[in-house]
């Protein structure tokens, strides 16, 4: 099908974007790489009245490191950010994360700003991003704001944000070295939308866990943190039965729902095998093996 | 619902037109340049046959509204096969039996044409990867797998 009739506006700047925003109210969207967006509208699943397409504004185009970690700007591409130097320098994580979203003509287009603000629980970027932990900068009438990542997903699809306001970059929390990543997911195919997957952090010193992320994609509202798991794991010397522990927790007192592509029992087991595996994965990054 | 006018540039040619904002690149160039390599499948951003190159890289043109890429330059597969004789990424599908009904075809030479370019030396496994973009629901891949080997060969100008 084809996209409702909308007006569509050209930003030239984050300001001016946020000017659009206020001017238009509350039938306004951003538009960056309209990678959900437009197949949503196509769909006329969405029907927004007005776009403003922010692609086109040079101070949100950029991405690199920033003193604190990795910023990306709103209109970065997500191929852009996936094969950047710094990106898989500060935040290896989210690098993995958007290979494994939709198939490189999709992240030639898309944002990772974009993904994040458009909170699909199921989806990738969101819980790399919260699994490093970071935050979000949003612009408004009223001038700019903070958001932790802690606090950025707020339900399906649903974010802090507020009318008349865009995120126009976030930033992702440098970890020190000797951390180890892991991401993985499971899906019909490599392609398909993930039925779950898992995104963890894992920092050593002295061979003994110190600082441990732990977030679950697909089984819930909101990209989950498993404080359980992070609890198992710091202070543990990493090995298999840590891991398996951590796992176990990771998947316990969730209630992922059932659909067409596995029921919640099915999703809950995904859970924690997924958990273990990057768990596994991690902590051999973290020691220097990979 | 607003209207613009485009300026692009379309496989070399200079290309303008006035379009509603909600028009797709992809019935821009199908139904207004008359450029009917660019299949409409899912027009969701799904099946990858409405793909083009925008400024050198593979995109969906279902779900990239048409002022979305003014200025841009876009390439599609008229391009490819300017003349009579084919170019050999067309000749390799066509050698190999990369296709059947070729509904996909024009999307799955224009994603060849660029993972060719970006890795001249691609192996089986990358070429299905990167091919995992498009669907074809009549050749299971494999063919089109050996035509974009043979035809990378070639365009490194060895023989086979």
């Known amino acids: 099908m084809k996209s409702p009739p909308f007006d569509y506006h050209r930003a030239r700047s984050a300001a001016e974007a946020a000017a659009l925003l206020g001017e238009l109210g509350f039938d306004a969207r951003i538009l960056a790489g309209g990678q959900s967006l437009v197949p949503l509208m196509n769909l006329r699943l969405a029907a927004p009245g007005h776009l403003v397409d922010i692609t086109g504004a040079p101070d949100l185009a950029g991405v690199g490191a920033n003193g604190s970690g990795l910023s990306v700007g709103a209109a970065a591409r997500q191929r852009t950010v996936e094969l950047h130097a710094d990106t898989l320098a500060i935040a290896p994580v989210l690098a993995d994360a958007i290979s494994n979203a939709g198939q490189v003509p999709v992240r030639h287009q898309g944002t990772v700003v974009g993904s994040l603000a458009h909170a699909d629980p199921s989806a990738e970027m969101p819980a790399a991003f919260k699994a490093q932990g970071g935050s979000v900068t949003v612009q408004g009438a009223g001038g700019t704001r903070e958001i932790p990542s802690e606090e950025f997903f707020e339900g399906y699809f649903t974010t802090p944000l507020e009318e008349g306001e865009l995120v126009t970059a976030v930033t992702v929390d440098a970890w020190p070295t000797g951390t180890g990543h892991g991401f993985l997911e499971f899906g019909v195919t490599a392609e398909s939308w993930p039925i779950a997957l898992a995104a963890v952090l894992i920092h050593t010193s002295g061979g003994v866990i110190d600082r441990a992320s732990v977030v679950l994609g697909g089984v819930a509202e909101v990209p989950l943190r498993r404080s359980g798991a992070e609890a198992t794991l710091v202070g543990s010397v990493p090995g298999a039965e840590v891991f398996e522990a951590a796992a176990e927790a990771a998947a316990t007192g969730i209630e992922p729902l059932s659909d067409s592509f596995g029921s919640g029992a099915y999703r809950k087991k995904l859970a924690r095998v997924l958990t273990r595996r990057a768990l596994t994965t991690a902590a051999a990054r973290a020691g220097g093996d990979a | ?160």
């Open chain 2, 1 to 160: 619902m607003s209207i613009h006018d485009i300026s692009v540039t379309v496989n070399g040619a200079a290309a303008s037109g006035t379009v509603e904002s909600r028009r797709s690149l992809a019935d821009f160039l199908r139904r207004e340049l008359g450029l009917v390599s660019v299949h409409f499948g899912c027009e969701q951003g799904a099946c990858g046959a409405c793909t083009v190159l925008v400024d050198g890289r593979s995109v969906r043109s279902c779900i990239l509204f048409a002022v979305q890429a003014d200025g841009a330059e876009i390439q599609t597969v008229e391009s490819l096969a300017p003349g009579a004789e084919l170019h050999p990424l067309q000749e390799a599908f066509r050698r190999h039996q990369g296709l059947q009904c070729g509904f996909c075809t024009p999307g799955m030479l224009l994603r060849s044409l660029e993972l060719i370019g970006d890795n001249p030396n691609l192996t089986a496994t990358e070429a299905r990867e990167g091919i995992s973009s498009n669907m074809c629901r009549c050749t299971g891949y494999q063919y089109i797998v050996d035509a974009v080997l043979d035809a990378a060969a070639e365009m490194r100008g060895e023989e086979d």
